[in-house]
Nanobody
Framework: VQLQASGGGLVQAGDSLRLSCAASGDTFSNYVVAWFRQAPGKGREFVAAIRFRYRYTYYGDSVKGRFTTARDNAEKSVYLQMNSLKPEDTAVYYC???????????????????WGQGTLVTVSS
């Protein structure tokens, strides 16, 4: 599967933004799809994941209650709805996917075999 992330941009603190991750070459039906982010000078941070077939979702502590990940019924896209954005949410956001990852590894970037190219989100104060 190939992943294409999109939807990033420049917003103000408190605004909302929705990112999309589109699949090509396969559908997401048998995958776990995750979002990670990387701020300048920092390592990659787990944001959210969705076990596509069952719609189970998981969130990083820093975004819980503000971000929501969801899937489409066509099994081709996953979304990250980001509300109440803060300047510390500024980062390049990546989507990633795996067919084999286990639940205990969802937050570990090394568990994902497929990655999108990243989309930049900048939140101004």
């Amino acid at each position: 599967v190939q992943l294409q992330a999109s939807g990033g941009g420049l917003v103000q603190a408190g605004d909302s933004l929705r990112l999309s991750c589109a699949a090509s070459g396969d559908t997401f039906s048998n995958y776990v799809v995750a979002w990670f982010r990387q701020a300048p000078g920092k390592g990659r941070e787990f944001v959210a994941a969705i076990r596509f077939r069952y719609r189970y979702t998981y969130y990083g502590d820093s975004v819980k209650g503000r971000f929501t990940t969801a899937r489409d019924n066509a099994e081709k896209s996953v979304y990250l709805q980001m509300n109440s954005l803060k300047p510390e949410d500024t980062a390049v956001y990546y989507c990633a996917a795996s067919r084999t990852i286990i639940v205990s590894s969802y937050r570990n970037e090394n568990g994902y075999q497929y990655w999108g190219q990243g989309t930049l989100v900048t939140v101004s104060s």
